[in-house]
Structures are given as C-alpha cells and as structure tokens.
C-alpha cells in the first residue's frame, strides 16, 4: 500500500518510486480522464477501458526503461492513443469480414457515458466521429483533453506543425458540418 505522503506527492518525484507505487499514484489520478479520452477517441467505452489498461500494463511492464519518469504520463498518453489506432484498425476489419450482431451495435448506458452525454451535444459528437482519424485525435486531445501543441505532438507522433494543421482542418470541418445540421 501507498503510503499518504507518497500519494500527495508531486509527479516529479515519481522517479523513485517502485513501479507499482508510481502506476498505483498514476492510476489513481488519471485514469478517467484516459478513459474519457479512448472513448471519445473508440466511441465505445468497453474497448476504451481495456485500451487503458494495456497503456498501464505496459508502463508497469516497461517501468524501469524509462528514460525520464517524469513523463510517465506522457508515456500513457501516447500508448492511448496508439492503442486507440490498433482498436480501430482491428474493428475495421472486423466490420469488412465479420457481420455484426444487433448486440454489439447496442451500447449499454453507464455514468461515464452518461456524463459524457451531457458534456456534449449530439450533434458535436457526431461531427467529431465523423473526421477523418487524424483530425478527430488532433480537436479531441486540444480541446476535450486540453493539452499543448507538444503534448498533442508527442501523443499523436507529429510535428506540432502537422497538429496545428490537422486541428485547422477539422475545426474547419466541423463548422461546415454543424452549419449544414438539420
């Protein structure tokens, strides 16, 4: 068990610690809102919890070959958001030679969704899922997620250029978009 002062402690003194107090301390303090990121991200909260927690695992797993712990959670950010692309990947193919079942189109409401159903409109949701993936990461990580073009670009593993652009482009198109909704 963690003990208080260690739990109370900033995230720069996270080097010292044996891997299961760091994740124990980074689980504790970031995993909903890792969660909320894949599910915004997956649009299906099941897969978004396991993608969080494979990003977990192998922080754990990799713990003591990380160059700078400090950026443990950077570090958990980027596996999120790759976990994220390999999710969407797979359920790509799955959709291409797999027919799906009324089943697994039905979500199951819970108070993470439905939390996040009243953060967000319907319709910007909708928008949102229907950019293309990188601009979808790009407006989900900068405005939901409220991370730096750097944080952006370490996540997403892009020049900070290349994240000003996708985020243009998809502002852009979720103005049209929204503009032109019934």
């Known amino acids: 068990m963690v003990s208080q002062r260690r739990e109370e402690a900033p995230e720069e003194h996270v080097r010292a610690w044996s891997a299961d107090e760091a994740v124990t301390m980074l689980f504790s303090a970031h995993y909903r809102g890792l969660v909320r990121l894949a599910v915004l991200l997956l649009h299906d909260e099941s897969v978004a919890e396991d993608v969080v927690q494979d990003a977990y695992v192998a922080l754990h797993r990799r ?3 990380l ?17 994220a692309r390999s999710a969407l990947r797979h359920r790509g193919v799955a959709d291409r ?20 159903s009243l953060l967000r409109h ?3 949701l909708e928008a949102v899922r229907r950019l293309p993936a990188r601009q979808r990461e790009a407006i989900v990580l900068r405005y939901y997620a409220e991370l730096s073009e750097a944080e952006i670009a370490d996540a997403m593993g892009v020049s900070r250029g290349a ?6 482009r998809g502002m852009a198109a979720l103005r049209e978009s929204l503009e032109h909704a019934p």
């Open 63 to 65: 713990w003591w070959r």
């Open 67 to 83: 160059r700078d712990a400090d950026k443990a959670l950077a570090y958990l950010r980027t596996s999120v958001v790759n976990g």
């Open 97 to 116: 030679y797999v027919a799906r079942s009324l089943a697994d189109e039905q979500l199951v409401a819970s108070a993470e969704t439905g939390a996040l």
């Open 122 to 124: 319907r319709e910007v």
């Open 163 to 168: 994240v000003k652009s996708h985020a243009a």
